[in-house]
């Protein structure tokens, strides 16, 4: 399981509710969740939106391979 659905999950929110909160489509989402694309690859924007809609750091999001 990757770093942002286990946070996504322990927020409570679905896909749907975090591409609203974030700005980010929630195709990339699932992209990133389902490891089709790399979020540490993601343009730094991105993955900060989605951090501070969870509540979280830029940091906790990506993945140590």
Do not use: F, P, W
């Amino acid at each position: 399981m990757t770093n942002l659905k286990r946070i996504r999950e322990a927020a409570g929110l679905s896909q749907s509710k975090l591409a609203e909160a974030s700005g980010v489509n929630v195709r990339m989402i699932q992209y990133y969740e389902q490891g089709v694309k790399d979020i540490n690859s993601a343009a730094a924007a991105t993955v900060n939106k989605l951090a501070q809609a969870l509540n979280c750091t830029v940091e906790d999001l990506l993945e140590t391979h």
